[in-house]
């Protein structure tokens, strides 16, 4: 069984460019969070996706967006980059919207210059 | 507010040592706690998953504990071996974040040869 895949797997931009990141759950999972993780700091929660709607937010401005489609899959915008927006993304999947265990694609290295 | 602590922030040990890592959190209202190991630049593994009503979990060299009424979850790891050397990161589900983690910083353990 496949598991959570995103892409891609680096990307460098520059500021006031805008990006996309995508994700893929694990077949079956319905629920799509995503996670910031710069350099030297934890893990943020960005936002969670469940049934194709937004559930939760992050404390993140507007210019972090995203989108799940209706095979589950996911998108994470990020508009008008910032350099402090130089992170690894990260993207986890579960099972519905229950307190189940996540699960971790291998991330999204986004470098801004 | 929940409040995620891991102590201590790193460790080194020589390899065959048996080693505990600490989380403890602040509100015990939890649904449960998850362990997770990130290797440098790359994406969460998850290890062991305990429910609020579980007192351990237990996978290969791995177990882990929850004492709910102190707020405090250990992870031993028995015999380690090089491989291990990892961060090894801590989230609680808490009842009242709307299914979004709390995080602890990590530990990042190094087992030398």
């Known amino acids: 069984e496949a598991g959570v895949t995103q892409s891609p797997t680096h990307l460098i931009k520059t500021r006031g460019q805008q990006v996309t990141l995508r994700c893929s759950p694990i077949?079956?999972?319905?629920?799509v969070y995503w996670y910031q993780q710069a350099l030297g700091l934890g893990l943020q929660f960005l936002l969670w996706y469940d049934e194709g709607e937004e559930r939760n937010r992050g404390n993140f401005p507007p210019r972090f967006s995203g989108r799940q489609f209706p095979n589950y899959s996911s998108e994470l915008n990020v508009n008008a980059l910032e350099l402090e927006d130089s992170a690894l993304y990260l993207c986890?999947?579960?099972?519905?919207?229950?307190?189940?265990?996540?699960?971790f694609g291998p991330g999204t290295r986004l470098t801004v210059t | 507010k929940q409040e995620v602590t891991q102590i201590p922030a790193a460790l080194s040990v020589p390899e065959g040592e048996n080693l505990v890592l600490n989380c403890s959190f602040t509100d015990s209202a939890i649904y449960n706690l998850q362990w997770f190991r990130q290797d440098p630049g790359k994406g969460l593994t998850s290890l062991l998953l305990i429910q609020s009503s579980q007192r351990e979990q237990t996978s290969g060299r791995l177990n882990a504990s929850l004492d709910k009424s102190s707020g405090r979850s250990t992870l031993y790891i028995a015999a380690s071996q090089p491989g291990d050397s990892a961060t090894y990161l801590c989230?609680?589900?808490?009842?009242?974040?709307?299914?979004?983690?709390?995080w602890g910083a990590g530990t990042k353990l190094i087992i030398k040869p």
């Open positions: 077949s079956g999972h319905t629920s």
């Open positions: 989230a609680v589900d808490n009842m009242d974040s709307n299914y979004q983690l709390i």
């Open positions: 986890a999947s579960t099972y519905g919207r229950t307190s189940y265990e996540q699960y």
